[in-house]
């Protein structure tokens, strides 16, 4: 059972109680905050409350989580397109389209489900609900993802991405002619406060996340741009281009869908129209391996889907 604990401020004062749960505490979303409640898991001022009592400037708000029960994957027979492989890790090129890991409305047909049925001693590395799973790509994001083998692997390489040594590059066509040639976002990243399904750089709590960027091709009104995470928060690359004001192309999150709408271009437009996803590729990572201690370095060329798009734009 784990708690969170905040004061009522200015913010969420006159809130409804479970709205201001939602607003205060990241992993609450306004649902389970009313399933605390009627738990009796939520005290104000050290009293049970109501969902729909409004709290005050001051109030003391207790929330006991019960801890989530795992959901331990089950093998599928799913095709890996498998860049390298050892005793300690394994190297995988993820298509778009395919959830890293098993969670509400995607417990079967992901990344975790595939592995276990390719590596059969994988299983309760790292915990039974994210085996082996170090970092994670979006849904629609494409690219090099790095999986550990065993406990060390996992201890190893999760310290490297948290003190930020992976080297991950990304592709990204975005909305927008670029003016400079390359630049910096430095922002906080954490839940937006109207949406938390979404992430944003105005977040009332948000942790520091830092992305560098370049221009490496120029069109009308698009730009190709290489990425490197110096961090690794939540959609980072999608909320700091967006926030820039160059989505990427194919967002569906964070992108204008009427930038879409009125693109003058007919094979531009129709290339876009058949996309369902988002032009994000992760396209090289570069580790220390958890036992040689080499560097390791891995590439994956552009999408098929990614290439035609800018075919289309370089008029081929």
């Known amino acids: 059972m784990n708690t969170a604990f ?61 801890d989530p029960i795992p959901i331990e994957a089950e093998p599928e027979d799913i095709a890996l397109d498998i860049l390298h492989e050892d005793a300690w890790v394994i190297v995988i090129n993820k298509p778009a389209h395919l959830v ?88 906080l990243i954490g839940r937006d406060r109207a949406d ?32 490197e995470l110096q961090t690794g928060r939540t959609h980072q690359v999608r909320v700091h281009l967006a926030s820039m004001g160059h989505s990427v192309l194919g967002d569906q999150t964070y992108g204008n869908p009427r930038r879409v709408r009125v693109i003058r271009d007919k094979s531009l437009q129709d290339a876009v129209k058949g996309l369902q996803r988002h032009l994000l590729h992760a396209g090289f990572l570069e580790f220390t391996h958890p036992d040689t201690q080499q560097q390791l370095a891995f590439t994956s060329p552009l999408p098929d889907e990614f290439e035609a798009v800018l075919n289309v734009l370089r008029g081929l």
């Open 6 to 66: 905040f004061i009522v401020d200015a913010a969420t004062d006159g809130q409804r109680l479970d709205v201001a749960i939602a607003s205060e505490v990241s992993s609450v979303t306004r649902s389970r905050a009313q399933q605390c409640i009627r738990a009796g898991n939520v005290l104000v001022n050290g009293q049970p409350a109501k969902a729909s009592s409004r709290v005050q400037i001051g109030d003391e708000v207790r929330v006991s989580l019960p």
């Open 100 to 187: 890293v890991h098993p969670a509400c409305g995607n417990y079967t047909g992901t990344l975790v489900n595939a592995l276990l049925f390719h590596c059969r001693d994988l299983a309760g590395i790292g915990g039974v609900q994210r085996p082996g799973i170090v970092h994670r790509l979006d849904k629609d994001t494409s690219g090099v993802m790095v999986v550990a083998k065993n406990d060390q692997a996992h201890a190893c390489l999760s310290e490297q991405f948290k003190d930020h040594s992976v080297v991950r590059r990304y592709q990204a066509l975005v909305f927008g002619s670029m003016e400079e040639e390359c630049g910096r976002m430095e922002t």
């Open 196 to 227: 938390r399904k979404k992430m944003s750089i105005h977040p009332r709590r948000g942790r520091t996340a830092v992305t560098d960027w370049r221009c490496v091709e120029r069109f009308d009104e698009y730009s190709l741009l290489e990425v």
